[in-house]
């Protein structure tokens, strides 16, 4: 028996061995099949596979001329190794990032951008220059940083301390904007910075570095990108390098490097480009300056209780039926009809929500809500596409996936789905008839890799309208369901949210020209004339559509969105602009000659297949992670450091699978330890599973093993449902350490007290050795989904259990078996109000409510983490229900690198049974009679307790954007039963991250 115990490193080892350390998970796991090619420029390897070979060939023709345009741009060309760059088309939603950990690496999802990069000239390519940025920006390295990077890895510098992510995303968004493109030449793109200084709101430098966790969380990028500009433009690029080589070498603040490189402080910078900042002289509030109507109540002076909640709104959609509209923070589609429209206080009714729901669109005959989202029930993350019938309110799914922007239209009695259908950056309208009972045939218009086609309305029987977007060019078009591009009007100006008013065959739109908000344009179909508003509104005009002359639009304010309505008559007017008609039929699809010649070189260069030793890079820690634990019949063995020593962590460059070699020393037991540990994960949070396994040794030799294995199942499906499963395997052989009187008192088992401070204290004399094997798997269910933006608006409930088995034995002496089967049942409910009122922006007085309910061995938590002082180890149940809470989203005076996100004053109590003293081990959850017993007894006395909560939420600003929400609360209590326990009260501090 010891000698297979002492096998357990082994056997582990085994289990290590039979995963590829860099097998095909994450963002390369459904591409198993297909070969991982490598192909290498001058800087750069990039990986790839065929479904992502065209883009693999276009960055391979221009990967290294860009990197020259930024080491010219920066005044530095110093590269910092061979960079992987990785493209993947597995994953829909999409994205890009570069890290430095475990090494410098850029990852690159091929797939149809958001809204707000419509502004690059070749999207693909401005995104490689986005994040090779960072790369350049966070490689500025003297030669004391380059050793240091050759013995440790590439992650180390002061970058990690100064670095903010709204100072890492200023460089990038100016470096993507020096061409004339990208989001720093895109008027839609300022407008969050310019609603800031028309409301009076503009934040401070040190408030918009990322650490928000409510409002816009693209902000920090618009503010910085702004701000970074406007550096550039008036002090010039040896300044402005400077100060990035500054916050990697020089500096620990970003403000002390700014001072370094310019000679002034950054708050005035700040002040001088936020008076600099130009924005158009418009009323605050368009409401009050009566320019607009409050759509929800026309004769409120300034906002409805509505229209200042905080709604984040899209998608606006009109039939004849009436109009709909996306609330965002719920994911749930609402309708108008068109009596309540008229009405002063129109009342919105909830059609259905689904989770991250990203655009919804009805039919004209308002019959149908065709909506798009995205998934997490797959290992990467998938759009899905469904079809809500108003009259039978049943769903029907778009089978597959690869589809995004649905949108319906009608010819005759047949209604088609269209959408985007794209594989990376292969993109087609695909029109495909459905019913009730299922969907036909389809029909497909193919384009060119850089040409995007979105918004996507019905403007005629069988005729719908889009926006087609080509290299920063505008155009409207109209196709037939038959797949027949059928012609185009250029737009004069960048165009985005189209709809369709049949009644004055227009199509309507917001647009922009150079430093004005969006406006209200249109497009009439039967004069081919483009017509332009020339009004600014605070806000802009967002998503715009007509109804019986009357103008319904969103206004982006200042951290929320307002629905407002104006009549077309009010407006003012340019001259029309006639519109050019092209006549066109593209079915077929063209690459220009200049892509043509990148593909057909491209398959004459040497590749290669990819393997492990591609990227046989990492990072070394000055410490070691483990730990030195032992374990006996209570579970209550101590567990000591081994803090001494250096830990070795590698990945595969997408990330998916991380490898961690550690080995170190421990005073406070004076023996060593090496371990391992390998984790897989996806983005989706789909399934997370992690091994690990450990050697500890000492001056009598071998001292104990220990492994473990650790899964997590996340199975999102329905409209807000999920499944979770998290089984864990620990198993434990050697010998224990000590445990000192002092170190726990027994009389107190929540305070903790310094032992001994002397070498192996933890040592002890004990030459037995034990066996422990413990196995936990936490299942429960959860249908918990937000109902509005606001930070409590949580509803719904989770239901779960954890078994737990434990066995220990000891195995020298062949005696102390000991075995347990014991049970933790568990259930949170959340209601998002008690109170009927919508709270105003940034502040929380409804009474949002929770209750956590926990049954039999309460030590064995399932999800719930609750503060409770002399936890009842029977059961309990809390509830919490929140007075009153507010956002700050500033950071300190001084202790500028702590931001305050929100405070929350809260009462809170619990009622529950526990024992008297504590317990070696709780008994079963089956004996009932055992518990009986013991509360006859007076072994397990009640506990009820009210308690006042005080919280604040934090986040450490500048610790190498590596934020993370901290929340600092006191509660003071007061024992309602039991007060033997704490008969005055108590205060209770508790910091969770």
Known sequence: MKKKLKMLPLLFLAVFTSFNAFARGGIMAEDTGKKLQVVSTQWFRIIYTESTEQNAAVLYANADKIYQELADMYLWEEPPCKLPVVLTSNVELYNAYFTWTPYNRIVLYVAPPMEDLYVDYDIFLD??????????TFNMKNGFWRTVDTIFGEYLNLGLLTVSPGMAEGATLTSESVTGYGRMNDEFSHQSVRQAKIEGKFPEFKDVQGANDWGSSLN??????????????????????????????????????????????????WNDFKHDYPVPQVAENPVLAKEAKDFFDKNAIRYSKKNHSGLSLSSLSYSEK????????????????KDEINNQIPKAQKLFRWNNIEKAVQSADGKYVAFTGYDLSSV???????????????????????????????????????????????????????????????????????????DFVQVADGQFAYILLSRMSFAVCIADVDGNVLRSYESPAPIRGLSYDSASDTLYFAYTEKNTMPRLGSLNL??????????DFSGGVWNPLVAENEAIYAGHFFNEDRLLIKSLDTFTYRAEVAAEENLLNENEIALNEEEAKWLEDFKSVEKHNYNIFNTPKGMIFPFCQLNSNSYDKKHSGATFSLPYGLTYITSNPWASNELAITAGYGW???????????????????????????????????????GQIQLQLAKSFASRSAFVFSPAVLAHYGRSNALPEEYMPANSPLSLEMPKLEKGFG??????????FQSTAPVYYHNIVKTRAARYGKSGFLLGFTPLYIYSSNVTENIEEFSNFDISVFMEVYIPHLLPVDCSLGYTYNLPTKFVFQAFNTNVMGTSFVSIPLMPELAYIYGETVLVAGEVQKSLPVFSFFYLNDYSLSLAGFYGYGYNEKRD????????GTYISDIQNGDILPRAELQLKLSLGFNPLNFGMLNGNMNLSASYGIELKNEKINPAGHLYIDVAF
């Open 921 to 928: 081990y709780t008994n079963t959850f089956a004996d009932f």
């Open 220 to 269: 920090y990028y618009y503010y910085n990108g702004a701000f970074h500009q406007y550096l550039q433009d008036k002090y010039g690029m040896v300044k402005y390098s400077d100060w990035w080589y500054n916050c990697i070498n020089n500096s620990i603040t970003i403000s002390g490097a700014f001072k370094k490189a310019y000679g002034f402080s950054i708050k005035n910078a």
């Open 322 to 337: 009436g109009l709909t509209y996306l609330d965002e923070g719920a994911s749930a589609v609402y309708f108008i009809s």
């Open 668 to 706: 406070q037991t004076d023996s060593y330890g090496i371990g391992m540990s390998y984790t897989a994960a996806c983005d989706t949070g789909l399934y997370t599973y992690s091994i690990s396994g450990q050697g500890e040794f000492d001056s009598d030799g071998f001292k104990s093993t220990e």
């Open 526 to 535: 039967s004069s081919s004339t483009f017509r332009f508003t020339e009004n």
């Open 763 to 772: 040592k002890t004399s004990d030459m037995n050795n034990y066996f422990y």
């Open 127 to 136: 995104c490689f220059k986005h994040e090779l940025t960072h790369c350049f």
């Open 380 to 454: 990467n993350y998938r759009y899905y596409v469904k079809i809500y019938n108003t009259e039978s309110k049943k769903f029907l799914t778009l089978p597959g996936h690869g589809y995004k922007d649905a949108s319906i239209v009608k010819k005759g009695d047949k209604y088609y789905l269209l959408t985007l259908k794209f594989k990376g950056e292969d993109e087609r309208i695909c029109i495909t008839e459905f019913t009730d009972a299922g969907f036909g045939p389809s029909k497909e218009i193919q384009f060119p890799r850089v040409d995007l086609p979105f």
